[in-house]
């Protein structure tokens, strides 16, 4: 994806940069897929009731043990008849909740801090996969604050971001860190690349301005559809 985010242009050594970091790692997931419990519970009633589909993807298991999975969701919305087709996270906390609406679902769980503590150990993981934090530790400047990075640090975290938003948008599988495929929130991307959630709200501004994403409300970013066809 290639976009121009900021307003002038900078060159940057990409041997250089290469330099700076190392060859990716794989790391083992946490924890494997352990789909049982309420929230195993949940999906058998609502593929019973409504006729869904509901795949996990990957669970991690927190205190309690609480299970929090990643999960592939299709049906038909049980008030408005309306199809959908995505990725989104859910948890124990999901049982009591009528409906099959995932937004209502996710809307649902993301006070429990079972599902805080999934989406921090994700974005970890993530940042370890990709190296995000490596690459922009590598172009911070130690005695700045985040605000006061020179250009190339703003630009590569900008482009990182859109980057991150376009993975999500082709392959939601891969969980990035989001609680649902399409959307993703100012809190996560702060943990992910270690910034001051004010950075990253500039950074979201510049990606609406650019057309990266769309309707821009200071907490979600959702990948414009433009952006995606190009």
């Known amino acids: 994806m290639r976009h121009e985010i900021l307003r002038h242009s900078v060159a940057i050594d990409e041997q250089e940069v290469f330099c700076l970091i190392h060859k990716p790692v794989a790391l083992p997931e946490i924890q494997p897929s ?81 599902v ?4 921090q150990r994700r974005a970890v ?28 640090f703003h630009k590569s975290a900008v482009k990182t971001i859109g980057d991150l938003l376009e993975l999500d948008a082709r392959h939601p599988k891969e969980w990035p860190g989001n609680v649902i495929s399409g959307e993703h929130r100012v809190s996560v991307l702060a943990t992910l690349f ?20 769309e309707d821009f409300d200071g907490e979600i970013l959702r990948l414009s559809p433009e952006s995606l066809a190009a």
């Open 116 to 119: 805080l503590h999934a989406l």
């Open 125 to 152: 993981f993530v940042d370890h996969t990709y190296r995000t934090g490596e690459i922009l530790a590598a172009l911070r400047g130690p005695d700045t604050g985040d605000f006061e990075q020179k250009y190339t």
């Open 34 to 114: 352990h789909f049982v419990g309420r929230v195993a519970s949940w999906a058998e009633y609502a593929e019973r009731r409504y006729g869904d589909s509901i795949n996990p993807v990957m669970t991690y298991v927190e205190s309690g043990p609480h299970h929090v999975s990643w999960i592939h969701h299709e049906g038909d919305d049980w008030q408005s008849g309306e199809h959908f087709s995505t990725y989104h996270v859910i948890c124990d906390c999901i049982a009591g909740l009528n409906g099959n609406s995932p937004q209502q679902s996710v809307q649902h769980v993301l006070g429990c801090n079972a």
């Open 194 to 213: 270690q910034l001051h959630p004010e950075v990253v709200k500039w950074y979201g501004r510049l990606l609406e301005e650019s057309g990266v994403i």
